[in-house]
């Protein structure tokens, strides 16, 4: 089983919907990233989060620690909105198994159409 | 203030030579993170290193790769007689602060050819 889940796998949606990307973990954490790769390559950092919930415009991202699970929202998407977007909790240095640091999901490919 | 940096942005080297990826963190920045992106697979840690020390090297391959981050200049990913599966895009990313303590900020990648 992997350690990050995320979901769905694929989006599409026209522009203006809601978005929800969801992801969830097995691995103790003392925080969880949410990242964008635009079709360039490139990696934005969009929020670091150890509990509840932060907002930065049109995204918003929440945590619930005990239940290992996140959530990135877009609200009024666009299409400059279309990227991957990859869910990065960051490990408890030595909380056992495998590597410290940040885990990655496979991410969740967004397309919002115009 | 700039970014995280990287170049080569694209090196193309051939079966049997060495790689040398080098990695400017953002001013003020003194840990930096190097992470790997294989052709459609999702990133993996490599190392995190602060000035002068290697902090966590769990997720480099045990041959081959070494990274350092010297006093002055950039940090350094180094991969001798690379082979085909080393090719893929090679990330660095620097924080303020250390790990688990603050975000991440990613450099542009050096996406790595082996012929």
């Known amino acids: 089983k992997n350690e990050v889940e995320q979901s769905p796998q694929n989006l599409t949606a026209q522009e203006g919907e809601f978005i929800t990307i969801n992801c969830s973990y097995s691995?103790?954490?003392?925080?969880l990233h949410w990242l964008q790769q635009h079709p360039g390559g490139g990696i934005v950092s969009l929020f670091m989060?150890?509990?509840g919930k932060k907002k930065h415009g049109r995204l918003i991202a929440t945590i619930n620690i005990q239940e290992k699970h996140s959530s990135l929202h877009i609200t009024a998407s666009h299409p400059r909105d279309s990227a991957v977007y990859i869910c990065?909790?960051?490990?408890?240095?030595?909380?056992?198994?495998?590597?410290?640091?940040?885990?990655f999901g496979k991410g969740t490919h967004l397309i919002i159409q115009p | 203030n700039a970014g995280v940096m990287q170049n080569p942005r694209h090196l193309v080297r051939r079966r049997g030579q060495e790689a040398r990826l080098r990695c400017s963190p953002m001013?003020?920045?003194?840990?930096v993170y190097w992470y790997r992106q294989l052709p459609e697979e999702g990133l993996k840690f490599m190392v995190y290193?602060?000035?002068?020390?290697?902090?966590?090297e769990s997720g480099m391959p045990k041959e081959r790769f070494s990274a350092e981050f010297p006093k002055e200049g950039p940090s350094i990913l180094r991969i001798q007689q690379v082979v085909r599966g080393d090719s893929a895009a090679y990330f660095c990313?620097?924080?303020?602060?250390?790990?688990?303590?603050?975000?991440?900020?990613f450099g542009p990648g050096t996406r790595l050819t082996v012929t």
């Open positions: 990313a620097s924080s303020p602060q250390a790990q688990g303590a603050g975000e991440q900020y």
């Open positions: 989060l150890s509990s």
């Open positions: 001013k003020g920045h003194s840990h």
């Open positions: 990065a909790p960051e490990r408890f240095r030595g909380s056992g198994g495998g590597a410290d640091g940040l885990t």
């Open positions: 691995v103790g954490i003392s925080a």
């Open positions: 290193l602060q000035k002068e020390n290697i902090i966590d």
